[in-house]
């Protein structure tokens, strides 16, 4: 399991302190929070703010059937996040309490890998208290409310995926000590932001996405279910965290699962500290890169980034 990747007797309910040598980001912290990067209370959005995510559900509500994973939808319906404004977390985190175990919890921007770890690890989830403007409809960079909640909090509703999240959160202790934190990242990026998984035995009839970088924004979602572009790749733990990854753009390949009790133990049970050893501080295979070991789905055309991607206004094909 990811606790055996820790020390049995890892405390974490405690924050961890990364140290000195960890390669981290260096993120500012605002006055107003502590060190667990929590804000009081959730904002007051305003009836344009409530309206922008009205507009944002309406649109993701399109594209989302025979497209999103079918946990996701269920998860949906369960927390009913299309009932008229952004979510009060208040709410949510009663209804998921009951689901899972998980709550949701203000934070002001991104926040550091050691804390976003620790929250995980006890089943909280940080989303942004903010939502994007008129300008940003279509892409913001940062995540904010509408990405936070309503690209990862259905998936909290299933069990399975609720635990993969706390232990993920967990294998953060470990990924600090061997200082690749880069590494684990890549894992989350491919898995939790940007999954597939398989619902049929046909890749055309039974693809479909759980991760949240893709349901929250309409362009992707098509894009990683039926572009000739991207590589669709089985995934490989090993191979996934030795993957470099795109953070502006549409993703050169995804990685696809064949159902979240796989992804739970494909790294639940991996040998972290073998990993890790065996591991340099970069990355070894470029985004867009196909090895010999992989197990293709689809290999992609790459035309979109080819074509200069986002930057160029290039089709994605």
Not at 4 to 29: K, N, S, Y
Not at 203 to 223: K, M, N, Q, W
Not at 224 to 233: F, G, V
Not at 263 to 276: E, P
């Amino acid at each position: 399991m990811l606790t055996h990747a820790t020390p049995p007797e890892t405390d974490f309910t405690r924050l961890p302190d990364p140290g000195p040598d960890v390669f981290t980001a260096p993120l500012q912290r605002p006055a107003e929070v502590g060190e667990d990067w929590l804000e009081p209370a959730q904002r007051q959005y305003s009836a344009e703010e409530h309206r922008i995510w009205d507009d944002l559900y309406a649109r993701q509500m399109q594209v989302l059937p025979g497209r999103a994973a079918s946990a996701f939808l269920a998860g949906l319906e369960r927390l009913d996040l299309g009932r008229g404004g952004v979510p009060d977390f208040a709410r949510l985190s009663e209804e998921l309490s009951g689901l899972t175990g998980w709550s949701v919890v203000p934070v002001p921007m991104l926040i550091p890998d050691h804390v976003f770890f620790w929250h995980l690890a006890n089943r909280r989830f940080p989303a942004g208290n903010f939502i994007r403007t008129r300008e940003t409809f279509d892409y913001i960079q940062e995540p904010d409310v509408f990405h936070d909640v309503f690209g990862h909090v259905p998936m909290l509703t299933d069990p399975t995926f609720a635990d993969y999240m706390q232990e993920y959160g967990r294998a953060g202790w470990k990924a600090m000590r061997y200082n690749r934190l880069k590494a684990l990242g890549a894992l989350y990026w491919y898995t939790v932001e940007f999954g597939l998984i398989l619902e049929g035995p046909e890749e055309a009839d039974g693809l479909r996405a759980y991760g949240a970088g893709i349901l929250s924004g309409p362009t992707e979602t098509v894009f990683s279910i039926e572009a000739q572009s991207p590589n669709r790749i089985m995934l490989n733990v090993d191979r996934v965290m030795r993957t470099d990854y795109v953070i502006d753009d549409l993703q050169p390949t995804y990685f696809v699962i064949e159902n979240f009790g796989e992804l739970y133990h494909d790294t639940v049970d991996r040998d972290f500290d073998r990993l890790y050893r065996a591991l340099g501080p970069g990355f070894t295979y470029a985004n867009s890169a196909v090895i010999d070991v992989d197990d293709v789905l689809h290999r992609g055309t790459q035309e979109y980034a080819l074509r200069g991607g986002r930057g160029s206004g290039a089709k994605p094909v």
